[in-house]
């Protein structure tokens, strides 16, 4: 830890749990409510995980350091992955590490763009998608 506060680096903890899709909601929460507050604990400046639904703003209070929400699988539509995105936010994400969702779209430019007003100007995610021509 003091070495990488002497350096000047943020550490970045990152909590993946093991085949997500496999378990239920409440076990999804507990593991990154959990592991959330152990990354902090250990030092992370900042955390990349999953949203967990509607509980995840209890993860949010919890946890110390400011938690950004990863888009994970490749979702269907870009709107779902806005609808994501706005959800995370609302509970308290300050932030999103969307990689193939944004590009794997169908225009990644588009996509960054729409994910920006939905974040930033709390745009409605069909809104923003339909500013951009993603529908």
Request: aromatic residues 4%; charged residues 25%.
């Amino acid at each position: 830890m003091e070495a990488k506060r002497a350096c000047g680096l943020p550490l970045i903890g990152e909590l993946f749990p093991i085949a997500p899709n496999e378990l239920t909601a409440e076990e999804l929460f507990r593991q990154v409510h959990t592991g959330c507050r152990v990354l902090a604990e250990l030092g992370a400046d900042v955390i990349k995980t999953y949203f967990t639904g509607e509980r995840f703003a209890e993860t949010v209070e919890a946890t110390p350091a400011p938690i950004m929400v990863l888009g994970a699988e490749k979702l269907p539509h870009a709107i779902d992955a806005l609808e994501l995105a706005q959800r995370a936010i609302k509970a308290g994400a300050r932030g999103l590490v969307f990689g193939r969702n944004v590009i794997q779209s169908d225009d990644p430019a588009a996509m960054i763009s729409a994910l920006r007003m939905v974040v930033k100007e709390d745009a409605a995610p069909n809104e923003a998608a339909g500013e951009v021509g993603l529908i």
